[in-house]
């Protein structure tokens, strides 16, 4: 059973430029979580998310992020017109949900964002 | 909102000793659960350990033990006959039950010596 996928490993944008973050998350999994790590510091919760439906993005900056889970394919993490502050590790997570695995969660390699 | 603090930002350990690593959380919810995910130099994120707030007994795999002391809000990991690839950041994670998002601490870096 692949675990969490995500692409690519990095990615550099410069400023302005959009970024595009993908997951896969592990089969059978029908949660999806989003997170940030800024250099030397914890991760951040941003978004969570199962099929087709943003269940908590309190996490999330209110401009130029956003989310999505589509019924067919991967997670998508969108950043538009990035700025230096966005560059940051991204990770993504997975579960199956609900209290019999007792809300444990998966994590992928993460996406590290460098804007120039 | 919940808080998690841990306040050793980095320790060293000599190979084969055991250290404690301290966490402390805030949270006026009575059902949660706690974490402590070790972070490698990969960065990957991997699950070392997990408690249910409404189990009294102390969480063990293998090596690795937490004493939960939830009247102290208090959830320290300790590692038993330590190896070079414990080495890593290790963080402390906070969950409510039913809420599905982790709150992390700032973690602390571990370094095992030969």
């Known amino acids: 059973n692949a675990g969490v996928m995500q692409n690519p490993r990095h990615l550099v944008r410069r400023r302005g430029q959009e970024a595009r973050l993908r997951c896969s998350p592990m089969k059978g999994h029908s949660h999806v979580y989003w997170y940030r790590q800024l250099p030397e510091e914890g991760l951040k919760f941003m978004v969570y998310l199962q099929k087709e439906n943003i269940i908590d993005e309190s996490g999330m900056p209110k401009e130029r992020f956003s989310a999505e889970f589509p019924k067919e394919g991967p997670s998508i993490l969108r950043i538009q017109q990035v700025v230096r502050g966005d560059s940051a590790a991204y990770f993504c997570?997975?579960?199956?949900?609900?209290?019999?695995?007792?809300?444990?969660?998966?994590f992928g390699p993460g996406t590290r964002l460098t804007v120039t | 909102a919940q808080t998690v603090t841990q306040s050793q930002p980095e320790m060293s350990v000599q190979e084969a000793e055991t250290v404690t690593l301290s966490c402390t959380y805030d949270?006026?919810?009575?059902?949660?659960?706690l974490f402590w995910y070790k972070q490698p130099p990969s960065r990957q994120m991997i699950l070392v350990i997990r408690q249910e707030a409404y189990k009294q007994q102390n969480a063990t795999e293998n090596r690795f033990s937490v004493n939960f002391q939830k009247a102290a809000k208090s959830f320290s990991l300790k590692i038993s006959d330590s190896q070079l690839g414990d080495t890593a950041m290790y963080f402390c994670?906070?969950?409510?039950?039913?809420?599905?998002?982790?709150?992390f601490g700032t973690g602390t870096r571990l370094t095992i010596i030969p």
């Open positions: 994670a906070f969950m409510n039950r039913g809420d599905e998002k982790l709150t």
């Open positions: 949270t006026s919810e009575s059902n949660y659960y």
């Open positions: 997570a997975s579960s199956p949900g609900g209290k019999s695995t007792g809300y444990e969660q998966y």
